[in-house]
Structure formats: structure tokens, C-alpha cells
């Protein structure tokens, strides 16, 4: 089983739509949880950080899911821009990550 | 506040020959990351450097890639010979060291071809 498992989609939207992505990961010790944002052709940018009690930041919303292992990424009110390829990341050991193949998203007009 | 910064961009190379990269984290990052991204896949670590020691290497294929960060700054990662299935994205990654797990910044990365 892979350490990290994310839906690769892609996920084609309308804008003004809620989409939500999920992503598994396998170690139960694991401590730290991430989702990064990635652009066609460019680095991954941290989009933000997955607390145990969950966090948002503005239409974004992260949530973590301890007994079923796994991390959700909500997105409301999609826009254009949000077109993107998004990652999740898993800590192994201290400061170090598994990172999901990605999940795809276009939002069409 | 300045990036991490990486060179060359882009590299194209014949298989078997050699080619190395440089990465420079961001100022006072105690840890240095380099990943490869296969198009399609995540990034994948293959080694991690606390200050100037090696944390992890295990995913490194250490008959062909080597990397050192001889001054606890900057670094640099070596592959040699080059094979075709090497073709990827090569990325660094900083983050600072006060305990536990740290966010990581990526570099703009550079984009290998092998021929």
C-alpha cells in the first residue's frame, strides 16, 4: 500500500462550485499534514497546513480525519484561478514528507 | 524575503553523460531537500540534509547520484552517468529546523531531459 493515495481526477467544475478532494495516507503515526498547490510547469506552493481540529482559510478548508486516516480539502465558490494541481503531503519521521500524486482541477467557466 | 533559488532551469543531456544541479535554500533554513518529480507523480524525496549531515537518503540510487552541502548553505546534486528513465523535474526544498515538522519551500526546480 502506497504511503499516500490521492484521487488523480482530473476534476473539471463549473465556477461557483464546491469541490472537495481526499487523500489517505497509510502511517498511522504520521503527525503533519499539508496540502500544496501546484501550477502547470511550476514548483508546489504550501496552500496550507491540516491541523487536528481543521482549519480554513478563506474559501479553502482543510480537515483531518484521524481514525480513517485520511485528509480533505474543501474549495467553495471555485474560481477560474483555482485551476490547478493540488498535493497532499504526509510527515515520515521528523521533518520529512510523503507527497501524493496530486489531484487535478479545472474549473471551467 | 528571498526564495530558494535553483540553477540551471532547464538541462537537456545525452544518456551516460553527467550533469549536476545547485540549490540555494532560504537565508537560515537549517534543512535542504532534494526531490524528483516524475510528470504525473508527486515529488519524491531522494535525499535530506540537516545543516550539513545527511537525515535521509535511502531513496537516493547512490550507483549514480551523489549530493553534498559542504557548508551547511547551499548544494549541489550530481548524477553520473545519467540514464533516459532520469528525465524529471529535479527540486530543492528548504525548511527551518526548531523541532518537529516544518512546512517546506520549494525552488522553481530544474527540468532535466536525458536523450
New interface residues.
Given amino acids: 500500500r502506497k504511503e ?1 493515495e490521492q484521487d ?1 481526477g482530473p476534476f473539471n467544475v463549473p465556477e461557483g462550485a464546491t469541490v472537495a478532494f481526499n487523500c489517505t495516507y497509510s502511517n498511522s503515526a504520521s ?2 499534514f ?1 496540502w500544496y498547490r501546484q501550477d502547470c ?6 496552500l496550507m ?1 491540516v491541523y487536528s481540529s481543521g482549519n480554513e482559510d478563506g474559501r479553502f478548508t482543510a480537515q483531518l480525519n484521524r481514525a480513517s486516516q485520511y485528509i480533505s480539502l474543501l474549495i467553495r465558490d471555485s474560481k477560474l484561478s483555482d485551476s490547478a494541481t493540488y ?1 497532499c ?1 504526509v ?1 515520515k ?10 489531484t487535478r482541477l479545472t474549473v471551467i467557466p | 524575503e528571498a526564495g530558494v533559488a535553483q540553477s540551471p532551469r532547464y538541462k537537456i543531456i545525452e544518456k551516460r553523460q553527467s550533469v549536476a544541479f545547485w540549490c540555494n535554500p532560504i537565508s537560515g533554513h537549517a534543512t535542504l531537500y532534494w526531490y524528483q518529480q516524475i510528470l504525473g507523480q508527486g515529488p519524491k524525496l531522494l535525499i535530506q540534509f540537516q545543516n550539513n549531515g545527511v537525515v535521509d537518503d535511502s531513496q537516493l540510487p547512490k550507483d549514480r547520484f551523489s549530493a553534498e552541502r559542504l557548508k551547511g548553505v547551499d548544494s549541489t546534486l550530481k548524477i553520473q552517468p545519467a540514464k533516459l528513465e532520469d528525465s524529471a523535474v529535479y527540486l530543492c526544498a528548504s525548511s527551518p529546523w526548531v523541532g518537529g515538522v516544518n512546512e517546506q519551500y520549494f525552488g522553481p526546480g530544474t527540468r532535466l531531459t536525458v536523450t
Fill in positions: 499516500v488523480p503527525q503533519s499539508f510547469r511550476k514548483e508546489p506552493k504550501l497546513s498535493l503531503a510527515n519521521g521528523a521533518n520529512n514528507l510523503f507527497f501524493g500524486t496530486g
